[in-house]
């Protein structure tokens, strides 16, 4: 082991590796870290140091461990540099940003080597499809504090994350209620009525041909428009609370799902059509067997889109009025009151509602078209 | 396919049909209020009388069409086109930032395409994220996007340019990435057996290969464009802009200048997205496509 850790062993094997080396040199030579006392302690800065070394050189062990040691040698000093900012802000000097880009380098690094692996089992895989985004998705997180910090940026701008998360923790009653307002109430029944709507309207369609030809065309047009803009009509006539909100997710809603659902009616080919013609099967034992089924992949896209849509237009009819609770009543008045960081909360609270709102219907896809090709993954 | 001469038929009669339901429904919705008028000024008028008060309010609850076609009307080809209540002008200032965040948007996801493509380490970290990011009612942040750049002296176009590019980044992103790998594998072949280097791979087969793709995802992204340009006005209190009418409309019960700076948006959005198919249709023909 002492071996390993020799300072001959510290030959970077990639660009990175050598660039790294240059900013901690860097680092180096523009001592001290921040402008402040007390600032780094001297064993901080070692450790800091150590780590980034012992990334760097972790390139030359075997695969397994290198890997292992090039995330923990690159986080842990990120981690450590954000520890040492937090109570200096604003007295970051060049050496902090240097040893900062030395460590996102060598998470780079290890990204990169992860992305090359070709792991045989399954659940490997899956490990690792989860894994590379979590990194990117950290070092944004890594970034945006430690320049907020760094920098002194003030709060009024842009808050660091931590301090965004310190406020999601402390108002959690706040933010439930804004969510129980806007998503339980008006998102929830907007998108369910919405799309059911254009379902209905699509197997209408479908049966009439006549409504078919008239309704695509206008259908593909509208969905160009920006429809958003009936938002405050709908304030107008069905008042401040929920119901005008869930009437603009509805008009937004249908849309997609009309035209999505004609375009899935029509994808069953001619072969399994005329083998339903054989069976002697009526239409509605075909629209059911054979069509509605073949419809569901167009069908579960209308959802997704609509799952995104649904939000957008709840949250931005209540900019047009609201009582005094929901995601975008919060939104607009925390700006004006300049307390951003409670904005942000409400920023992350929309968007993990967002992603888990597309994950269920992505996960109710896989459930439901189990024989489609692209969820076989064959 | 149905035929433009199929369609024709079919789509204007229920287009007529929409405007006989919101005729009725006019008079249906504005009824209310027109009879509570007629009680306090002590009218009782007939049927036919009543019908035509209902379409003739100045702030209905549901304008008829034809209010909200004669406002639009004055408010286009009667104004001077530099007055703050011109629809033109409006429809120009929310145009100019949506076209300035379509620029951005464009030139954003082909080189995130770009890169997604060559660099396997941001195929495997970033694309989840772009699809992440959409997932998120990005439209929530406009408000503060706005207010922030304004604090620190970034006012006007950019702030609002830079919701149009938001929006607009992703399908471009996607499409592109979607149209850069479309060449199949022999053509790749193909070129590998002309000793061609990526540069040359890159300009001459995934790049003329991505075009269709390019055109297709920039028609949806110029119509998202236009929704951002239009929710980035909301915020700025109501100053120039379709988005501005429509605020100060729902300020001041408005309705008709509602409709018809929705109608407006409407016409400009028809627009936009014609003219990013007509301009795709003119690059398909130069560069040697024939009609399918």
């Known amino acids: ?51 980034l070394l012992l990334a760097i050189a972790a390139d030359n062990f075997p695969p397994a461990i290198g890997v292992v040691l090039l995330f923990l040698g690159a986080h842990g000093a990120a981690w450590l540099l954000l520890a040492g900012i937090t109570g200096n802000e604003g007295t970051a000097r060049a050496s902090f940003y240097l040893l900062l880009a030395a460590a996102w380098l060598l998470a780079w690094r290890c990204v990169t080597i992860l992305s090359a692996l070709r792991p045989t089992s399954r659940w490997a895989a899956t490990a690792l499809r989860l894994i590379i985004p979590a990194i990117f998705g950290a070092w944004i997180l890594i970034i945006w504090e430690a320049v907020t910090r760094g920098a002194g940026i003030p709060f009024i701008l842009l808050p660091p994350p931590s301090a965004i998360g310190v406020r999601i923790a402390n108002s959690l009653p706040i933010l439930a209620a804004d969510v129980r307002q806007t998503i339980f109430k008006a998102v929830i029944f907007g998108y369910v009525v919405g799309s059911g709507a254009g379902y209905f309207a699509a197997i209408a369609a479908d049966r009439v041909p006549f409504l078919r030809r008239g309704l695509l065309p206008i259908g593909n047009m509208v969905s160009a428009l920006p429809i958003i803009g009936v938002a405050p009509i709908m304030v107008m006539w069905f008042g ?116 888990v709102f597309y994950g269920v219907v992505a996960l109710f896809e896989r459930a439901v078209t189990f024989w489609h090709p692209s969820v076989r993954g064959g | 396919m149905d035929s433009f001469r199929d369609k024709i038929v079919p ?87 949506t076209l300035l965040g379509f620029a951005f948007g464009t030139a954003l996801g082909i080189v ?68 850069l790998r479309s060449p199949e594998l022999t053509h790749l072949d193909l070129m590998h057996t002309y000793n061609a280097s990526p540069s040359q791979t890159f300009w001459k087969l995934r790049v003329p290969a991505s075009v269709p793709f390019l055109f297709t995802s920039m028609k949806v992204a110029v119509a998202a464009s236009l929704v951002g340009a239009i929710v980035g006005e909301l915020p700025t209190g109501a100053v120039a802009g379709i988005g501005a009418k429509l605020l100060a409309g729902a300020y001041y019960s408005q309705t008709i200048d509602i409709w018809s700076a929705l109608v407006a948006g409407s016409v400009v959005a028809a627009l936009l997205v014609m003219v990013v198919g007509i301009a795709g249709r003119i690059v398909d023909r130069a560069m040697g496509g024939r009609p399918a």
């Open chain 1, 1 to 51: 082991m002492s071996d390993l850790l020799s300072l001959s062993s510290i030959t970077p094997r990639s660009w990175q590796g050598y660039a790294a080396l240059v900013l901690l040199a860097g680092a180096l030579l523009l001592w001290p870290l921040v402008n402040a006392t007390p600032g780094y302690g001297i064993g901080i800065a070692a450790l800091i140091f150590f780590l």
């Open chain 1, 240 to 355: 401040f609370d929920w119901q005008s909100k869930a009437a603009v997710v509805i008009i937004m809603t249908f849309f997609p799902m009309l035209v999505n659902t004609v375009a899935g009616l029509a994808a069953s080919g001619h072969m399994e059509r005329d083998l339903m013609r054989t069976y002697a099967s009526s239409y509605w034992q075909t629209l059911f067997k054979l069509r509605l089924p073949a419809a569901a992949p167009f069908i579960f896209n209308a959802l997704k889109i609509n799952s995104t849509l649904a939000l957008i237009g709840a949250i931005v009819a209540e900019f047009f009025g609201t009582p005094v609770v929901g995601m975008g009543f919060r939104i607009s008045t925390e700006v004006g009151r300049m307390n951003i960081d409670m904005v942000w909360a409400e920023i992350a609270v929309a968007a993990l509602a967002g992603s």
């Open chain 2, 11 to 97: 789509v204007t009669s229920i287009l007529a049909g929409v405007v006989v339901v919101w005729y009725i429904m006019a008079v249906i919705l504005n009824a209310p209020f027109q009879r509570d008028l007629d009680r306090r000024a002590g009218e009782t008028p007939d049927i036919v009388e009543f019908i035509c008060k209902t379409m003739s309010q100045p702030k209905p609850t549901l304008p008829a069409p034809h209010q909200v076609a004669v406002n639009f009307f004055e408010n286009t080809f009667l104004r001077s086109v530099t007055s703050n209540r011109s629809l033109v002008y409006n429809a120009w200032v929310t145009l100019s930032s």
């Open chain 2, 112 to 179: 995130i395409a770009v890169g997604i493509v060559h660099v396997a380490t941001l195929d495997r970290s970033l694309m989840p994220w772009i699809i992440a990011s959409q997932t998120i009612p990005i439209l929530a942040v406009a408000p503060m996007i706005i207010v922030v750049l304004a604090a620190i002296g970034i006012t006007g176009l950019i702030p609002k340019a830079l919701i149009s590019t938001y929006l607009s980044f992703f399908p471009v992103a996607v499409g592109m990435v979607k149209g």
